[in-house]
């Protein structure tokens, strides 16, 4: 008989995969081979479109294949670089303006990136071609959402990020969209309300693409690279047409450029503020000191009063900001407090009588007080027209007038329409002009949408947690709301494309800021209890 077996059964691991055999040369060859002939089958077809569209829209334009062969590249860079689209919009935002002045030196009002569709084959192509009021930013927008939704698709993600500032803003927009539906069924003109209703949509949207695609430290350095060089340009070919142009002649009323390019000359000179308040990006604050001048000059010659008092009153605002969240920084921030106030009175009682250039923000300052003919003309326009926008709003205090519908002209105003098509539609004081839109209860939801951008960045920059850098981003954006409040109260700005998008991206980055924030190596405690 033989004894049991007690010794216990041998499991045996289960076998590992062998690593993967790399593909031989042939292999190699092959899949090189199908490459070629796909970019051939591509290629050809997109001739073949291209030829066909030449005879469509005319024999000797190109405008169709350039169009064809941009949409090709766009998608493409979509596809495999998704930050692509935010640099672009960000980028344009800060470089292309929204209508041709035919001015000389005006080679980036000629790029039609915020000009509809229709305009650009009217411009271009001579084309008289209709299709939907989109343009061109509308368009890459669009092919963003279809590549994102397929890469979701096939990747398996379907998750999209909202933010802690989605809400808010989205509450803000439904009103808009009523007010949008409340003017129409009201005899509101459909184009005229687009050109209302897109900025507020812009704002949202920009935000959307930054907490979705925006996630580390660097991509905030390329934005700001992006905002200073463009900027910089512009402040480049501004001073150029300044000064030979206009070379020895007094400014015309409205400059030499464009209404929001005085909103983003002041957004650099903030940034420039705050990085030095902050002791941080020493090759960008070298490039940005060495572009000032360029800007200043060239914020000059917007001959904006409204540029002049917002830089003026949120300066102030900055300063003490930083004073009580950089405590290692105060003694720099408290030198260039004392400086400011020494020499800020100086230099306005020497040049508030002065004609020159650089005496125009004194100028400004001094027409609250010693206003000229034009400042009194302008003073008592704005008067008027505050009034005829409180006797509108009174027409519909709750629910709102609606868009697309001319004010009420309570009290005589003059008509300045030669100058400014929609002078009585998107009016210069434009805290009034959304109460006057969306009415009360929309008002009350616009307020509440920036005072929630506002509280989030505050205890962005009050976090014990929080870096010297993303404080930095949190209250460069800050002042960004600050001023494009203050632009909208003196200046049409929230009927601007490129300031609504430019503010929708800095509210974009207060959303992300706490995201970036443990990304981080090193945390600096700066806040004293």
Same mark, same amino acid.
């Given at each position: 008989?033989?004894?049991?077996?007690? =010794?216990?059964?041998?499991?045996?691991?289960?076998?590992?995969?062998?690593?993967?055999?790399?593909?031989?040369?042939?292999?190699?060859?092959?899949?090189?081979?199908?490459?070629?002939?796909?970019?051939?089958?591509?290629?050809?077809?997109?001739?073949?479109?291209?030829?066909?569209?030449? &005879?469509? %829209?005319?024999?000797?334009?190109?405008?169709?294949? &350039?169009?064809?062969?941009?949409?090709?590249?766009?998608?493409?860079?979509?596809?495999?670089?998704?930050?692509?689209?935010?640099?672009?919009?960000?980028?344009?935002?800060?470089?292309?303006?929204?209508?041709?002045?035919?001015?000389?030196?005006?080679?980036?009002?000629?790029?039609?990136?915020?000009?509809?569709?229709?305009?650009?084959?009217?411009?271009?192509?001579?084309?008289?071609?209709?299709?939907?009021?989109?343009?061109?930013?509308?368009?890459?927008?669009?092919?963003?959402?279809?590549?994102?939704?397929?890469?979701?698709?096939?990747?398996?993600?379907?998750?999209?990020?909202?933010?802690?500032?989605?809400?808010?803003?989205?509450?803000?927009?439904?009103?808009? %969209?009523?007010?949008?539906?409340?003017?129409?069924?009201?005899?509101?003109?459909?184009?005229?309300?687009?050109?209302?209703?897109?900025?507020?949509?812009?704002?949202?949207?920009?935000?959307?693409?930054?907490?979705?695609?925006?996630?580390?430290?660097?991509?905030?350095?390329?934005?700001?690279?992006?905002?200073?060089?463009?900027?910089?340009?512009?402040?480049?070919?501004?001073?150029?047409?300044?000064?030979?142009?206009?070379?020895?002649?007094?400014?015309?009323?409205?400059?030499?450029?464009?209404?929001?390019?005085?909103?983003?000359?002041?957004?650099?000179?903030?940034?420039? %503020?705050?990085?030095?308040?902050?002791?941080?990006?020493?090759?960008?604050?070298?490039?940005? *000191?060495?572009?000032?001048?360029?800007?200043?000059?060239?914020?000059?010659?917007? =001959?904006?009063?409204?540029?002049?008092?917002?830089?003026?009153?949120?300066?102030?605002?900055?300063?003490?900001?930083?004073?009580?969240?950089?405590?290692?920084?105060?003694?720099?921030?408290?030198?260039?407090?004392?400086?400011?106030?020494?020499?800020?009175?100086?230099?306005?009682?020497?040049?508030?009588?002065?004609?020159?250039?650089?005496?125009?923000?004194?100028?400004?300052?001094?027409?609250?007080?010693?206003?000229? %003919?034009?400042?009194? =003309?302008?003073?008592?326009?704005?008067?008027?027209?505050?009034?005829?926008?409180?006797?509108?709003?009174?027409?519909?205090?709750?629910?709102?007038?609606?868009?697309?519908?001319?004010?009420?002209?309570?009290?005589?105003?003059?008509?300045?329409?030669?100058?400014?098509?929609?002078?009585?539609?998107?009016?210069?004081?434009?805290?009034? *002009?959304?109460? !006057?839109?969306?009415?009360?209860?929309?008002?009350?939801?616009?307020?509440?949408?920036?005072?929630?951008?506002?509280?989030?960045?505050?205890?962005?920059?009050?976090?014990?947690?929080?870096?010297?850098?993303?404080?930095?981003?949190?209250?460069?954006?800050? !002042?960004?709301?600050?001023?494009?409040?203050?632009?909208?109260?003196?200046?049409?700005?929230?009927?601007?494309?490129?300031?609504?998008?430019?503010?929708?991206?800095?509210?974009?980055?207060?959303?992300?800021?706490?995201?970036?924030?443990?990304?981080?190596?090193?945390?600096?405690?700066?806040?004293?209890?």
């Amino acid at each position: 008989m033989t004894e049991p077996d007690t =010794n216990p059964p041998v499991i045996h691991p289960p076998l590992i995969d062998p690593p993967p055999i790399l593909p031989d040369t042939e292999e190699f060859a092959a899949y090189h081979q199908r490459r070629i002939h796909l970019f051939t089958l591509l290629t050809c077809v997109l001739s073949l479109l291209a030829v066909g569209a030449c &005879f469509v %829209v005319g024999s000797g334009s190109l405008i169709m294949p &350039f169009v064809l062969f941009a949409i090709l590249a766009i998608l493409i860079v979509i596809w495999h670089y998704p930050t692509a689209t935010v640099y672009l919009v960000f980028f344009a935002t800060a470089t292309f303006e929204l209508f041709d002045s035919n001015k000389p030196y005006a080679y980036l009002e000629k790029v039609p990136f915020f000009w509809n569709i229709n305009t650009i084959f009217q411009t271009y192509a001579h084309v008289d071609f209709k299709a939907l009021p989109i343009n061109l930013m509308e368009l890459i927008l669009l092919l963003t959402v279809a590549c994102a939704g397929i890469r979701a698709i096939f990747d398996h993600k379907r998750t999209m990020t909202l933010g802690p500032l989605f809400w808010p803003i989205v509450a803000y927009i439904a009103f808009v %969209v009523f007010g949008w539906i409340n003017g129409m069924s009201t005899g509101g003109d459909f184009k005229i309300s687009l050109q209302e209703v897109r900025p507020q949509f812009y704002f949202l949207t920009a935000y959307f693409m930054v907490v979705n695609v925006i996630s580390t430290p660097r991509h905030l350095h390329t934005l700001y690279w992006i905002m200073v060089l463009s900027i910089g340009l512009k402040g480049i070919l501004y001073t150029i047409r300044r000064y030979t142009i206009y070379a020895g002649m007094p400014l015309p009323d409205q400059g030499v450029g464009s209404h929001e390019e005085a909103f983003l000359f002041d957004c650099f000179m903030m940034l420039l %503020v705050v990085l030095s308040c902050c002791g941080l990006q020493k090759r960008l604050r070298a490039v940005m *000191w060495f572009l000032l001048p360029f800007v200043v000059l060239g914020n000059l010659a917007t =001959n904006r009063r409204a540029g002049t008092a917002a830089l003026i009153l949120v300066f102030p605002i900055l300063l003490l900001v930083a004073h009580r969240v950089l405590p290692k920084r105060r003694k720099f921030i408290s030198a260039l407090s004392l400086a400011v106030a020494i020499l800020g009175p100086i230099y306005y009682y020497t040049f508030r009588h002065s004609d020159s250039a650089l005496a125009q923000p004194a100028r400004a300052i001094a027409s609250q007080f010693e206003a000229n %003919v034009r400042d009194t =003309n302008s003073n008592a326009y704005r008067d008027a027209e505050n009034a005829d926008l409180m006797a509108t709003i009174h027409l519909a205090p709750i629910h709102g007038y609606g868009y697309g519908k001319k004010m009420l002209h309570a009290v005589p105003i003059a008509d300045i329409s030669k100058e400014y098509e929609w002078w009585d539609i998107m009016t210069h004081n434009q805290v009034l *002009w959304v109460w !006057m839109r969306v009415g009360t209860v929309g008002m009350l939801a616009f307020w509440m949408m920036v005072s929630t951008i506002i509280i989030q960045a505050c205890q962005i920059i009050r976090s014990e947690t929080a870096s010297l850098e993303m404080k930095a981003a949190g209250i460069f954006s800050t !002042m960004v709301i600050c001023m494009l409040m203050l632009f909208g109260l003196l200046d049409m700005q929230f009927t601007n494309y490129r300031d609504m998008l430019f503010g929708g991206f800095c509210a974009g980055i207060i959303a992300i800021i706490p995201r970036l924030t443990p990304s981080l190596p090193t945390q600096e405690k700066e806040i004293t209890p």
